[in-house]
C-alpha cells in the first residue's frame, strides 16, 4: 500500500497568504484506490498532472472529502472536467448549514449529477481490505446551532478517519482541531494509541495545535504536514517530543508512505528516505 501527500506549493502564486491546502491519494490492496481533498481550484493543474505522475487511475473507488473549505474542495470540478469519476463519495455529516463556503462543489455534484455518503463517529467501511473507521464528528453534528454559519465550525467537524491494515494504523484528520481530540482522549483514547502514521490536522498550524496528550498517546512514528516550510513552534515542540520522523510538504515535496502491514517507510520527491520502521 502507498499513500502520495501533494506537495502544492511551486503551485502557489508568490504572494497568496492563505496558507496551505490538502490532496492526498492512496494506491490500496487488491487495487483499491482512494483519493482524499482535492486541494484548491488554483492548483489544479499541477494536482491534475502529480495524479497523471504516480499512475492514479481516472476511475477512483472512493473520494473523502474532510470538510467543506476551498483548500480541500476546491479542485472538484477540475478532476470531474478531466474524467475522473468515484465510485462513493464521503463526506462529513455536519456541513450543509455551511455550503456558501465554497458553492462551486455542490453545484459540480448537481452538474454530474453526483451524491455525497454522510459520515460520522460510529461508521466504517473496509476497501482493499483495508478498515476505515470513523472517529469523528459526532452523530449529532447537524444539531449544533452554535455553530451554524461559522466559517470555522467546518474544521471543528472534519472528518477524522483511523485507517488499519495488518499492524499499520494511521490517522487522516483533515483541518480537526482540539475540540474532537479532547473529546477522543476522554471517550476512546484505545483508538488513539500507538499510530504508525498521523497526517496533521490542518497543516501544522497554530489553529489547530495538537493537544500534548493526544501527541503523547498517538506518539506516531511518521507524521506528514501539508503546509510551507514552518510548523506552529508549539506543534514542533511536541513533533520533537513524541514523534520519530516528521515530513513537511513545503520542505521535502511529494511525500509517499509505502507499507506492506508489516512494515513501513517514508520516501520524499527531494531524494529523502526515512527508516524502515517493524510495525508491532
Known amino acids: 500500500m502507498d499513500i502520495h501527500f501533494f506537495d502544492h506549493n511551486p503551485a502557489m502564486p508568490k504572494d497568496w497568504r492563505g496558507g496551505a491546502q490538502d490532496c492526498a491519494f492512496l494506491f490500496l490492496p487488491e487495487g483499491k484506490t482512494m483519493l482524499v481533498d482535492t486541494g484548491f ?7 491534475l498532472n502529480w495524479l497523471a505522475s504516480i499512475g492514479a487511475p481516472k476511475a477512483i473507488d472512493v473520494l473523502v472529502i474532510s470538510h467543506y ?8 470540478r ?28 455542490f453545484q459540480a455534484l448537481k452538474d454530474y449529477g453526483l451524491r455525497e455518503t454522510r459520515l ?4 466504517s467501511f473496509t476497501l482493499g481490505g483495508v478498515f476505515f473507521q470513523v472517529l469523528w ?7 449544533s446551532p452554535d455553530y451554524d454559519r461559522d466559517d470555522y465550525a467546518a474544521n471543528i467537524f472534519s472528518l477524522l478517519v483511523k485507517m488499519t491494515w495488518g499492524n499499520f494504523t494511521a490517522l487522516l484528520t483533515g483541518d ?8 477522543l482522549l476522554s471517550r476512546c483514547p484505545e483508538k488513539l494509541r500507538g499510530i504508525s502514521l498521523l497526517k496533521m490536522m490542518h497543516h501544522g498550524s497554530s489553529y489547530s495545535t495538537p493537544r500534548e496528550a493526544f501527541m503523547a498517546l498517538t506518539a506516531p ?6 503546509a510551507p516550510a514552518y510548523w506552529c513552534p508549539v506543534t514542533r515542540g511536541y513533533l520533537d517530543a513524541y514523534g520519530r520522523e516528521r515530513y513537511l510538504t513545503g520542505k521535502e515535496g ?9 512494515t513501513m517507510q517514508a520516501f520524499t520527491e527531494k531524494g529523502g528516505q526515512g527508516q524502515l520502521f517493524t510495525l508491532d
Not at 460520522?120 to 461508521?123: E, H, T, V, Y
Not at 512514528?221 to 501539508?226: A, D, E, F, Q, R
Open 254 to 262: 511529494h511525500i509517499r508512505i509505502a507499507t506492506d502491514g508489516k
Open 120 to 123: 460520522r463517529a460510529g461508521d
Open 221 to 226: 512514528l511518521v507524521t506528514v504536514t501539508m
Open 41 to 47: 481550484d488554483f492548483t489544479a493543474s499541477r494536482t
Open 137 to 143: 464528528p459526532l452523530p449529532d453534528a447537524p444539531d
Open 176 to 183: 480537526s482541531d482540539g475540540i474532537s481530540q479532547d473529546w
Open 69 to 76: 473549505h476551498s483548500d480541500h474542495i476546491g479542485g472538484f
Open 78 to 105: 477540475a478532476l470531474l472536467e478531466a474524467g475522473y469519476t468515484f465510485g462513493v463519495i464521503y463526506s462529513p455529516v455536519w456541513g450543509l448549514k455551511n455550503c456558501n463556503i465554497h458553492p462551486d462543489y
